[in-house]
């Protein structure tokens, strides 16, 4: 049985391939920055293309926070480099991951036919601790960017007094 990330749990180590090689190690990757970390259903999914279409357009507003964002899921490396392609997506989205091998280490619900993570979110602090958790067993339910901006801003500012 999986258990839910809380806040302060040190984020699972995962490793998930990107498209023309390399990889995502988490959550090292994220490292000394504050992260955000997606899971999406596939690129079927249109809330799951809005919601890596709306992180994508929160760049600037990321880069001035110091925010970084890694985006994965189980779909084929041809289908995820087709989805960075039309989505334009500047940061790191991994691709044929482990559905219940990630969802054992994170608490994440998996879709059994046809399997896929379910979406989810974390937001974590430059150590790679968490500090929020988003879960969803459906299509919607989710990470917005406006949202994880204003967190952050509200940790940093809180942190510095």
Same mark, same amino acid.
């Given at each position: 049985?999986? /258990?839910?990330?809380?806040?302060?749990?040190?984020?699972? +180590?995962?490793?998930?391939?990107?498209?023309?090689g390399? @990889?995502?190690?988490?959550p090292d990757?994220l /490292?000394?920055? !504050?992260?955000?970390? =997606? !899971?999406?259903? %596939?690129?079927?999914?249109?809330?799951?293309? %809005?919601? =890596?279409?709306?992180?994508?357009?929160?760049?600037? #507003? !990321?880069? @001035?926070?110091?925010? $970084?964002?890694?985006?994965l899921?189980?779909?084929?490396?041809? #289908?995820? @480099?087709?989805?960075?392609? $039309?989505?334009?997506?500047?940061?790191?989205? %991994?691709?044929?991951?482990?559905?219940k091998?990630i969802?054992a280490?994170?608490? +994440?619900?998996?879709n059994?036919?046809?399997?896929?993570? @379910?979406? #989810?979110?974390?937001v974590?602090?430059?150590?790679?601790c968490?500090?929020v958790?988003?879960?969803?067993?459906?299509?919607i %339910?989710?990470?917005?960017?406006?949202?994880?901006a204003?967190?952050?801003r509200?940790?940093k500012?809180?942190?510095?007094?």
């Amino acid at each position: 049985m999986s /258990h839910v990330l809380r806040p302060g749990d040190a984020f699972p +180590a995962i490793t998930v391939a990107v498209p023309g090689g390399g @990889q995502i190690s988490l959550p090292d990757t994220l /490292h000394g920055s !504050f992260g955000v970390v =997606l !899971f999406y259903r %596939g690129s079927w999914c249109p809330y799951c293309n %809005g919601q =890596l279409r709306a992180f994508q357009r929160a760049r600037e #507003t !990321f880069e @001035q926070l110091g925010v $970084k964002v890694v985006a994965l899921s189980v779909d084929d490396e041809a #289908t995820t @480099q087709a989805l960075i392609d $039309k989505l334009k997506l500047t940061y790191p989205v %991994g691709h044929s991951a482990d559905a219940k091998s990630i969802a054992a280490a994170t608490g +994440a619900f998996v879709n059994d036919d046809p399997e896929h993570l @379910q979406s #989810t979110g974390f937001v974590l602090d430059p150590e790679g601790c968490v500090i929020v958790a988003v879960y969803s067993n459906g299509a919607i %339910g989710r990470l917005i960017p406006e949202d994880v901006a204003g967190l952050i801003r509200y940790v940093k500012e809180h942190a510095a007094q």
